[in-house]
Nanobody
């Protein structure tokens, strides 16, 4: 099994910064795309940022120029640096990966349990 452990959530003031980290462990052969999603109660989970093995990134419009996603392939981690936080960034943030796992032909999608980010005074 593959496990994702998120850390770094918490409370920030508007305009502040937080860094989320996600560590991948367990039995896998390789990791493809890595991403961060977020979800507000009563709403659908949305993709915030994605990073491919090549380093190519994509972001939702509302976080461009404020958030930066990065990955360390040697440590199997993916981070989300969040700057200039706004109250509308408040959500549970989920780590997500696609990975090649043993004895499975197709890549598997794995989710973390989520970490709460709250932006307020």
């Amino acid at each position: 099994q593959v496990h994702l452990v998120e850390s770094g959530g918490g409370l920030a003031h508007p305009g502040g910064s937080l860094q989320l980290s996600c560590a991948v462990s367990g039995s896998f052969i390789s990791i493809f795309d890595m991403a961060w999603y977020r979800q507000v109660p009563g709403e659908s989970r949305e993709l915030v940022a994605k990073i491919r093995p090549s380093g190519e990134t994509e972001y939702i419009y509302s976080v461009k120029d404020r958030f930066t996603i990065s990955r360390d392939s040697t440590k199997n981690t993916v981070d989300l640096h969040m700057n200039d936080l706004r109250p509308e960034d408040t959500a549970v943030y989920y780590c997500w990966i696609q990975a090649k796992v043993p004895r499975k032909f197709d890549p598997r999608t794995i989710w973390g349990r989520g970490t709460q980010v709250t932006v307020g005074i």
